[in-house]
C-alpha cells in the first residue's frame, strides 16, 4: 500500500527532522504502508529539510518519496509555477482550496457558505477543479470534492457538475487522490464520494490514496474504509511516482 498525500512539518507544527520524518515512517510500516509521500503545503515550501528527507529515507524500510501540495489559485500561475519546480520532487500535487481566493475548508470560517448560494458555490468550486486538473500543472488532484467537508450540500441536484468534471479530469491524464481525511471531517466520508469515484473509474482515471495525516498517528488512517471502497469500485491498482516514473502497486 502507499500513502502519497500527507504532511510532517503540517501547519508549521514540527520541524522536518530526521527524527519526526522517521516517526511517520514508524506507523507507516506498522500499518503495511510500502511507500510514503511527503507533500507539503506549498506556503511551508522553506520548511522542507532536503538533507533530512534523504537521510531520513536512507534509513527507513519504508520507499520515502517527495512532493508538495499546491493550492490551485487562478491567476497564481507564477508563484505556482515556482512552488512546482523548486525541488527534486518525485510528483505534484494541485489541490482546490478556495473559490474567488477564499478558503472553503476553513472550520473557524466558514461565511464564505452563507454568502454563496450552496449550488453556484459548488459550480465555481468545480470549475476550479477542472482548470486545475486541465492545467498540466500537476501529476495528483487532491481530494477532488473538498467543497462537501462541512455537509453544505445544495439542494438541486449537482449529478451533471460530477460528470463534467470526471470528464475534464479524465482527459487532462492526471491521476486522482482518494483521501481519507474527510473521514475526520463533518462530511465523515472519502473525498471523493462513491459517486464521483465510479465516474472516474468509468473513464479509466487512475488514482493514488492518502491519509492526508498532519501527524504520525494519522499515517494510512481510514484505510480500513478506503481499500475496500476502490476495490468495490473496480481499481485493481495504484500509481506510483518516482524521479518523474510512473508505475502501478496492486491494491
Ligand atoms: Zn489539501
Ligand atoms: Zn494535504
Given at each position: 500500500?502507499?500513502?502519497?498525500?500527507?504532511?510532517?512539518?503540517?501547519?508549521?507544527?514540527?520541524?522536518?527532522?530526521?527524527?519526526?520524518?522517521?516517526?511517520?515512517?514508524?506507523?507507516?510500516?506498522?500499518?503495511?504502508?510500502?511507500?510514503?509521500?511527503i507533500?507539503?503545503?506549498?506556503?511551508?515550501?522553506?520548511?522542507?529539510d532536503?538533507?533530512?528527507?534523504?537521510?531520513?529515507?536512507?534509513?527507513?524500510?519504508v520507499?520515502?518519496?517527495?512532493?508538495?501540495?499546491?493550492?490551485?489559485?487562478?491567476?497564481?500561475?507564477?508563484?505556482?509555477?515556482?512552488?512546482?519546480?523548486?525541488?527534486?520532487?518525485?510528483?505534484?500535487?494541485?489541490?482546490?482550496?478556495?473559490?474567488?481566493g477564499?478558503?472553503?475548508?476553513?472550520a473557524?470560517?466558514?461565511?464564505?457558505?452563507?454568502?454563496?448560494?450552496?449550488?453556484?458555490?459548488?459550480?465555481?468550486?468545480?470549475?476550479?477543479?477542472?482548470?486545475?486538473?486541465?492545467?498540466?500543472?500537476?501529476?495528483?488532484?487532491?481530494?477532488?470534492?473538498?467543497?462537501?467537508?462541512?455537509?453544505?450540500?445544495?439542494?438541486?441536484?449537482?449529478?451533471e457538475?460530477l460528470?463534467?468534471?470526471?470528464?475534464a479530469?479524465?482527459?487532462?491524464?492526471?491521476v486522482?487522490?482518494?483521501?481519507?481525511?474527510?473521514?475526520?471531517?463533518?462530511?465523515?466520508?472519502?473525498?471523493?464520494?462513491r459517486?464521483?469515484?465510479e465516474?472516474?473509474?468509468?473513464?479509466?482515471?487512475?488514482?493514488?490514496?492518502?491519509?492526508?495525516?498532519?501527524?504520525?498517528?494519522?499515517?494510512?488512517?481510514?484505510?480500513?474504509?478506503?481499500?475496500?471502497?476502490?476495490?468495490?469500485?473496480?481499481?485493481?491498482?495504484?500509481?506510483?511516482?518516482?524521479?518523474?516514473?510512473?508505475?502501478?502497486?496492486?491494491?
Open positions: 500500500m502507499i500513502d502519497y498525500h500527507l504532511h510532517v512539518v503540517a501547519h508549521g507544527d514540527r520541524p522536518m527532522t530526521v527524527e519526526n520524518i522517521l516517526a511517520y515512517c514508524a506507523v507507516a510500516k506498522e500499518r503495511g504502508v510500502l511507500q510514503m509521500g507533500t507539503e503545503h506549498d506556503r511551508y515550501l522553506d520548511e522542507i532536503l538533507a533530512a528527507f534523504q537521510e531520513a529515507r536512507e534509513k527507513t524500510g520507499g520515502l518519496r517527495l512532493g508538495i501540495e499546491i493550492d490551485f489559485v487562478p491567476g497564481k500561475e507564477e508563484p505556482m509555477d515556482r512552488f512546482a519546480t523548486a525541488l527534486p520532487y518525485d510528483y505534484v500535487i494541485g489541490s482546490v482550496h478556495r473559490v474567488d477564499e478558503e472553503v475548508d476553513r473557524t470560517d466558514q461565511k464564505i457558505y452563507d454568502r454563496y448560494e450552496t449550488y453556484d458555490l459548488y459550480e465555481a468550486y468545480y470549475a476550479n477543479v477542472r482548470a486545475a486538473a486541465l492545467s498540466g500543472r500537476f501529476d495528483v488532484l487532491g481530494h477532488p470534492d473538498l467543497i462537501k467537508i462541512f455537509r453544505r450540500f445544495p439542494q438541486r441536484d449537482i449529478t457538475m460528470e463534467e468534471t470526471a470528464e479530469v479524465a482527459e487532462s491524464g492526471i486522482v487522490d482518494v483521501n481519507a481525511a474527510g473521514l475526520r471531517k463533518p462530511v465523515a466520508e472519502i473525498y471523493p464520494s459517486k464521483l469515484l465516474m472516474f473509474h468509468r473513464r479509466g482515471v487512475p488514482i493514488i490514496l492518502s491519509s492526508d495525516a498532519h501527524a504520525p498517528s494519522e499515517v494510512g488512517a481510514g484505510y480500513k474504509q478506503s481499500i475496500p471502497l476502490v476495490r468495490d469500485v473496480g481499481y485493481r491498482e495504484v500509481v506510483t511516482f518516482s524521479g518523474g516514473e510512473r508505475g502501478t502497486l496492486p491494491l
